[in-house]
């Protein structure tokens, strides 16, 4: 197993993985299935059209993992993919992964179902020795969240997790702590919210630059705005259901309490800072839900 603690990030096709904010991978290709090389060529395939970087006309634009069927696709995927997948059906094909890991690409290593952390970890080693050391661990199927954080920690090579099967895990993924997330075209809208949302509630960053510094804090107020329109919307609930609602119905007595107690999760600010911004959040939420029971004016 890796005795290898230190984070070790890199870069995907100039995507960072492992540092900071989860990346998210647009695309996961596999080569497995198809009948032909000239198939696998095809898919590949850079055409006319593509980029002055040489992207591949066959593939989503972003950052795109191939898994290959055989070795015959490897220089293909060498010429045009960002990784090479060793993928979780065919961790066992030590000649396949060894070819995989020789590309000279970064090589995400997928966990096989059922698969110990050890034998992850252990096949994560292999890869780093016949590669050049660019390992990145995959978690995917019915992901294992708690083996993610396992793996993270015991081996500090980055951990994507692949949710393309199931998006909704997003958010659960980013908060087990994954370096990115796997989505496909359709999970991407999810995943970039996960990485927003529940990356700023729950990933603490540490930020050097003002544009890094910036983004951070867009992050934190994505998940503030979430917040904010749950709790207008609960508040209104309170006003409809108390038999004096609204303005006139109004509790200070709850409302220091409730101070208080935020209090202890914002000491920096304290009750006097926290009391003014309840206060405009808590009429804020009383207009709303007046001008939600006003009955409507003739023109
Ligand atoms: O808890 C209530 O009684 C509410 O009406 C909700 C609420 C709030 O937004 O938290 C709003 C007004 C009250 O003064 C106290 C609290």
Known sequence: MSSTLERQALTLGGLPVGEGRPAIIATRVSLRGRQTHEATSALLRVSPAAGPDGR???????????????????????????????????????????????????????????????EWLGLADYCAVEGDGRVILCEGGRPDLGLVRAARTAS????LVDVTGDPELAAAAVAAGADGL???????????????????????????????????????DAALAALLERRVELAGTVQRIKPVGGFAGRDMDRERALVARMAKRAPSLGEPGLAPIMNAVIEAGLHLAERRTAPLTAP
């Not at 070819?99 to 970064?106: I, N």
């Open 56 to 118: 591949s006309a066959g593939l989503t634009p972003g950052v795109t993992l191939v898994e290959p069927a055989t070795a015959a696709d490897l220089p293909a995927i060498a010429a045009h993919a960002d990784a090479v997948v060793v993928g979780a059906a065919w961790t066992r094909d030590i000649p396949l992964v060894r070819a995989a890991a020789g590309t000279g690409l970064p090589v995400v290593v997928e966990r096989r179902p059922g698969a110990s952390l050890e």
């Open 156 to 159: 500090g090579r980055p951990v």
């Open 182 to 220: 796997v989505a496909g075209p359709e999970g991407r809208a999810l995943a970039e919210e996960a990485v927003t949302v529940a990356g700023g509630l729950l990933r603490p960053e540490s930020p050097a630059t003002l544009p890094e510094c910036r983004a951070a804090i867009d992050r934190v």
